[in-house]
Every structure is written in C-alpha cells, then in structure tokens.
C-alpha cells in the first residue's frame, strides 16, 4: 500500500512515443501536458498540411531567385556576384582581370573594350586588329600609301618629298637646293619630279647668236633667205595626264607694224596631233594641249609666228623652239 501527498502525475511525451496525431507533413513538438504539430521553417499550415513558402514571389534575392522545397537559393545575372549575405548582388570589375587588347571601360554588368587609334575592334569584342587605312580609298596619298600598325604614310616618287599635310607630293628643286649634275657652262632647268641640265646656245649655220636664248639669221646673208627670221629657245614643264584643253602657252608679236596681220601654227613636233593654236588677238596666240601626254616624255614643237604685210609685200616668219619636259606623275 503506497500514497501520495500531494500526488504529480507522469508527463508523457507523445513526440517520443509517436502517440501524437501529427500528419507525416508536420513535425511534432512536445509541451508541458500535451503537444503541437507544426511546420519546419520554409513551410507554412495551409489546411492541415505544411506547404512549402515560394520565397521567390516575395523579392527575397536582388536578381535570380530559385525556389527549392523548404528554402530558396538567390544567384546573380553574368557580370555580378553574391554579397556574403547571399542575397544582394554587386558588380564584377571585369576589367580587373585585363581582357581586352587595348583599353578596358567597366560599366554596370559589364564591360567595353575598345581601340587605339588606327586600329579596330573585332567580332570577339575584346581584340583589336590593325585598320588598313591604306584600302579605305585610292586618294588617300597622292602617290603611295604604306600602312603601318595603328597608321599609315604616304611616301612620293624620286625627285618630290611629302608636304607638310602628310598626304600631297611637292617637286624638289634641285637647282635651288644645288643637288643636281650640271655643270658651270650648263644651265640647271628643273621640272616636276627631276630635271635638266641645258648646254650653251649653238645656233645652227647660218644662224648667229644674239642672246643667251636666241638665235638670227641675218636678211642681208642670202642663205637666210625663205628662213625664220630668228629662232627663240624656250622651256617648260607639264604634268603627265594634264586635263584637256588646256592653255599651256602665250605667243605674241613684240613688233607691230602698220598694216601687217600675223598667222601662228605649229610648223613641226606636232605629229601626235597632242596641241593646236588658238589665235586670241590679231596679235597673239594660245597653245592649246588637246589630249593628254602621258610621262615622262620630251616634247619638241616649232611655233611659228607668220607676220604678212600685203602693203609692202613682205612676208617672214619667227620661230619658237618650246621644248617641254613632260613629268612621269600627274602632280
């Protein structure tokens, strides 16, 4: 016989003992004189049953979300990382790790890489190829162009050096600059892209000399007679290609005399039919170059001026002797 002053009664743990009437959804939790049935966290009591909580429709995580039964996972777009709260995301410094040729711009997610002058990004977005200035078009130099990594030059033909825009060819003179061949007794005469060293006057019989450029044939020796009254030496120079027409020379009769009137035609050297003469005045005349004289190339034409006076029946003639020294280039 036993008793009991006063009497406790034994608690019973029905989690332990699985008496509890906790479906297999929920999880049972034991109290003082009984027990709850409950949800594990990630799940919520939604009639009688623990559902799983999509915390991906509430904005748990910056960017990605990926629901998972009882939790969630957050993950970040290409170009950002978690923060250690696994939740917010944070930019990636891409640039840091230097994947570009040339220069690196870092932007929000991302990055842009982009090119020293003279060179281009290609289709991968992070190489840099050189850029062929030379191919873009024809008229870039005036003679030659040379590209180079990141540039390009342009390089002229002997006898011309690049101006100072970079692009055109200037003719060197090389009888101011004295580097030419020609002798004391020559005369240096320079033209586009070279030149000529011209030797003394030697009139041809029976001419004489009556200047450094000209030559006579006297009236009063009659194997002058039916001849050019005199023969004057000129010079010139001509670019290959020349645009036609074009006026590339001016006679004119220095004397005038009462009553005469003057023809002016190309007496000889015209055989390519290249040049004619345009009559200007009753006095004078053009040259006329009418196709295009291809370089380099020396052209000789005998210009005669006829001076006709019906009053005193005279007729006679002068000639000038223009040699002109056709360029290799049209510049």
């Known amino acids: 016989m036993w008793s009991c002053h006063p009497c406790r009664a034994a608690h019973i743990d029905e989690c332990e003992t699985r008496s509890h009437h906790c479906n297999p959804t929920q999880v049972c939790i034991n109290t003082a004189g009984g027990y709850t049935c409950s949800c594990t966290e990630g799940y919520w009591l939604i009639g009688g049953q623990c559902q799983d909580i999509d915390e991906c429709r509430y904005g748990y995580c910056q960017q990605l979300c990926a629901n998972v039964p009882g939790s969630y996972s957050c993950s970040c777009n290409r170009g950002f990382i978690l923060d250690p709260e696994g939740r917010a995301c944070r930019d990636v410094n891409e640039c840091l790790d230097q994947p570009c040729s040339h220069s690196c711009f870092n932007t929000y997610g991302s990055f842009m890489c982009s090119c020293e002058e003279g060179f281009e990004l290609t289709s991968d977005g992070t190489s840099c190829i050189d850029l062929d200035e030379c191919s873009f078009s024809e008229f870039l130099c005036q003679h030659r162009c040379v590209n180079a990594p990141g540039s390009f ?5 002997p006898g011309y050096y690049v101006y100072e825009d970079g692009r055109s060819c200037e003719d060197i003179n090389e009888c101011d600059t004295g580097n030419n061949t020609c002798t004391t007794e020559q005369v240096c005469f320079n033209f586009q892209g070279g030149h000529t060293c011209l030797n003394p006057l030697q009139c041809p019989p ?8 000209q030559c006579m044939c006297s009236a009063e020796n009659p194997a002058c007679r039916d001849k050019p009254f005199t023969i004057l030496y000129r010079h010139m120079d001509l670019s290959s290609g020349r645009i036609v027409p074009a006026d590339i020379f001016q006679m004119q009769a220095t004397t005038r005399y009462p009553g005469a009137f003057y023809i002016f035609q190309i007496k000889s050297g015209n055989e390519g ?17 009418s196709r295009p004289i291809k370089g380099p190339r020396e ?5 005669e001026m006829v001076t006709i006076n019906n009053v005193i029946n005279f007729r006679g003639s002068s000639i000038i002797r223009l040699t002109i020294f056709v360029s290799a280039h049209p510049f």
């Open 153 to 157: 030059s342009c390089i002229c033909p």
């Open 206 to 213: 029976p001419y004489i000399e009556v200047s450094d450029n």
């Open 273 to 289: 039919r290249e040049f004619y003469m345009r009559q200007t005045s009753n006095v004078s005349a053009t040259l006329v170059l």
């Open 299 to 303: 052209v000789v034409l005998d210009l």
